[in-house]
């Protein structure tokens, strides 16, 4: 379920930070060390977004106005530099966090979070800095550092060899400097607050000591030019290689092969992930750039760093676990691909908004993505994130369907394949919990989940599956004031709809004015009312008129002899899809539903589409408590909306979290997931499908609460 009304709000929070960096305020969260040196921040730190203008004479010389003199020939191929610099860190970033990839070699198996992505926003001011410094060399009048051949074999040779002698060492040293306790608390402690490390890592350190290693970097590319062997494939070749190990040394899985890695010699080489993921986690040991030989030298080599390497590619260093809970998300619009914690890091620890440039640019690349999910053979759901809450690891998977598939009848076996096949999986790797997400249980589907369970009831033998509704059924009625004694009910049959309903006359010897053209679906809910208690619906249609059904109006027998709530639809999916047509049906007839009699009720309870029309009939101060999607426009300033239920998880207990739930703030979840994770804290053993149960709406409140969650 997306929750609009917060993604409306939210966008606007962002816009405003986003103003925030654009107009140049300070930010705090590029300081990490615990007493910042001399030139710790980069000059252009209180600039926000505005630090890509250093770009603009670069873009526009070299590619928008070339004139093709060797000054516009090196700020073009800058221009390519810099954005294959960008482009190979964006493929690493995307390669590290693809669990399928990453998980059998994973090395730490601690996730990052939100204060890590904060902190690591900033990783490409090297980028920026190198390539002024470069230019400014380039353009310094006398010294020559221009006119350069495309290639130039023998500079090839000396860049290697200019790297491996005086770069390397120096750098070990240099790196050791700086883990002396001053320079260490000035400077260095900033990368080593990242005790996991992502392959941009590598580049976040402050400006000062980007300055020391952008002078000892410069070594190769400036000892070449001096040795007659210049040219632009030096750049290209320097750049690009530097980076590829960079964030080799810090995507924290491996993948060296142990054939290349056990070839004689090559471990003084060439470091793998794992030997500089040490550095990381232990600190004062393995301080070499990318070639081991200094700290073999010097005997700073940590000795565990073969016996990590060898854990880590046979799988053992970080096994794959189990998840406890499994929640089942699915794409929404085409653009919500690049929110997936694998595209853009920064975008996706964010709340998801259509409100970026970037991402309109992007917007043709969604298409070659729904061809492939939807058509190419073998494409289930994947893992998009991992996380831990108290004692138990979740997972959120995504079902590889859009949106607007769950609205085409013809995607339903197509859809319905995926989530079962996800299930099974789930079971037989031993999930306690597998949780039913937005469109994944849609009562056209699948009948809020009863199909599955329906189907495989005998062999789910670990997995229940849980939509979760409950939850967000208690916390509608959780809003409604204790003393209100009438509520106005839109979208009335619903599954949601029928549950407050029910909740309402029985627990709250409340009048519910159910708004629905459909005089059988209201009679049947209406039935499962225990007598006494029938006599508070009233089904409402048209103008300020209340419709009370009364035993003899009603026409299903059986319905009238068991006067007792129907919870559990399992087993009659066929009910359930009857069911969906005639809800189909009452869909179109909306337009001829009247709300007018709501006009005297303050608490209006939300489940269809309200226009401002229909908005205008709510008296003043009325309260919209909202369960329709998407919300409706909030159109009268004289009233009160409330947002679409959604928790904050308990903070303390959370883990791993580096990514927004859709358009959900940080830290927060889906009424629906988070009903999911109390079902597994409490371990329930009933699965949670088709019809709610009105009954279990209190103890899946107070388990939430007990748990620590609190609804936004
Ligand atoms: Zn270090
Ligand atoms: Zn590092």
């Known amino acids: 379920m997306c929750c609009w009304t917060r993604a409306r709000k939210n966008a606007r929070y962002w816009r405003l930070l986003s103003f925030v960096e654009w107009g140049g305020k300070e930010e705090s969260k590029r300081t990490m060390a615990s007493r910042p040196g001399f030139a ?304 853009f890091r920064s975008f996706s620890s964010r709340p998801f908004t259509t409100d970026s440039w970037l991402l309109k640019m992007l917007w043709p690349l969604t298409l070659p993505a729904v061809v492939a999910l939807r058509f190419l053979p073998g494409v289930k759901a994947f893992v998009s994130d991992k996380h831990r809450l108290k004692n138990m690891n979740i997972e959120t998977w995504v079902t590889p369907a859009w949106g607007f598939q769950f609205f085409i009848r013809s995607e339903f076996k197509h859809i319905n394949a995926k989530i079962e096949r996800a299930i099974l999986d789930a079971d037989e790797r031993g999930v306690k919990v597998l949780g039913l997400g937005a469109l994944n249980k849609n009562e056209a589907l699948n009948g809020g989940g009863a199909f599955f369970v329906q189907k495989h009831e005998k062999n789910l033998k670990n997995t229940k599956v849980v939509h979760g509704n409950t939850l967000t059924a208690a916390a509608i009625i959780d809003k409604i004031p204790e003393n209100v004694k009438e509520i106005f009910l839109t979208g009335a049959t619903s599954k949601l709809g029928r549950a407050i309903a029910l909740y309402m006359a029985t627990k709250k010897n409340c009048r519910v004015l159910m708004c629905t053209t459909s005089e059988e679906r209201f009679e049947t809910i209406k039935m499962e009312c225990p007598e006494k208690f029938r006599h508070l619906l009233f089904r409402v249609n048209n103008a300020e008129e209340k419709v009370e059904i009364t035993e003899e109006n009603t026409t299903d027998g059986a319905l009238k002899k068991s006067g007792s709530f129907l919870f559990n639809r399992l087993g009659s999916f066929k009910n359930n899809n009857k069911n969906n047509k005639e809800e189909e049906k009452e869909e179109k007839n909306d337009t001829k539903m009247n709300y007018s009699s709501g006009k005297t009720c303050k608490h209006w309870v939300v489940g269809r589409h309200c226009d401002k029309k229909e908005q205008s009939l709510a008296p003043s101060k009325t309260t919209f408590h909202q369960f329709v999607v998407p919300p409706i426009p909030e159109t009268r300033s004289d009233c009160t909306y409330t947002d679409l239920p959604a928790f904050r998880l308990p903070e303390k207990e959370s883990k791993d979290f580096k990514t927004c739930e859709m358009t959900m703030e940080r830290g927060c979840v889906h009424a629906c997931h988070a009903g999911a994770l109390i079902h597994a804290l409490e371990g329930w053993k009933h699965h949670e499908v088709g019809a709610i149960d009105p009954e279990k709406i209190d103890v899946t409140w107070e388990a939430c609460k007990k748990h620590g969650f609190t609804c936004l």
């Open 40 to 343: 710790y921040d980069f000059p252009w730190a209180k600039m926000g977004k505005m630090k890509y203008a250093i770009y603009l004479p670069m873009v526009y010389r070299g590619l928008v106005s070339p004139e093709n003199d060797d000054n516009d020939r090196w700020h073009f191929h800058m221009s390519m530099i810099v954005l294959a610099r960008y482009v190979m860190a964006q493929f690493f970033i995307s390669l590290s966090r693809i669990h399928a990839i990453t998980e059998k070699t994973r090395i730490q198996r601690k996730g990052i979070e939100f204060k890590q992505v904060d902190r690591e926003d900033h990783w490409d001011d090297y980028i920026l800095l190198q390539y002024i410094v470069m230019s400014m060399v380039h353009f310094c009048p006398g010294l020559g550092f221009k006119n350069f051949p495309l290639f130039e074999k023998k500079g090839m040779w000396q860049l290697l060899l200019l790297h491996v002698g005086p770069t390397e060492y120096l750098y070990y040293w240099l790196h050791r400097l700086l883990h002396h306790h001053t320079l260490y608390s000035a400077y260095h402690s900033h990368h080593h607050a990242s005790f996991v490390t992502e392959p941009i890592t590598g580049s976040v350190h402050p400006f000062m000591e980007h300055i020391m290693y952008t002078a000892n970097f410069a070594i190769p590319l400036l000892g070449t030019w001096m040795c007659n062997g210049a040219s632009m494939a030096m750049f290209y070749v320097y750049l690009m290689g530097f980076d590829l190990l960079n964030a080799i040394g810090h995507c924290n899985f491996e993948f060296v092969p142990k054939f290349f890695a056990k070839f004689p010699g090559v471990k003084y080489l060439l470091y793998t992930p794992s030997y500089h993921s040490l550095h990381h986690s232990r600190v004062h040991t393995n301080f070499c750039l990318f070639m081991p030989i200094y700290d073999y030298a010097y005997g700073t080599m940590d000795k565990t760093s073969e016996d990590l390497y060898d854990k880590a590619i046979e799988g053992k260093a970080s096994p794959k676990t189990t998840p406890d809970v499994v929640f089942m998300a699915h794409g929404t619009e085409l653009l919500s691909m690049f929110h997936l914690p694998f595209a």
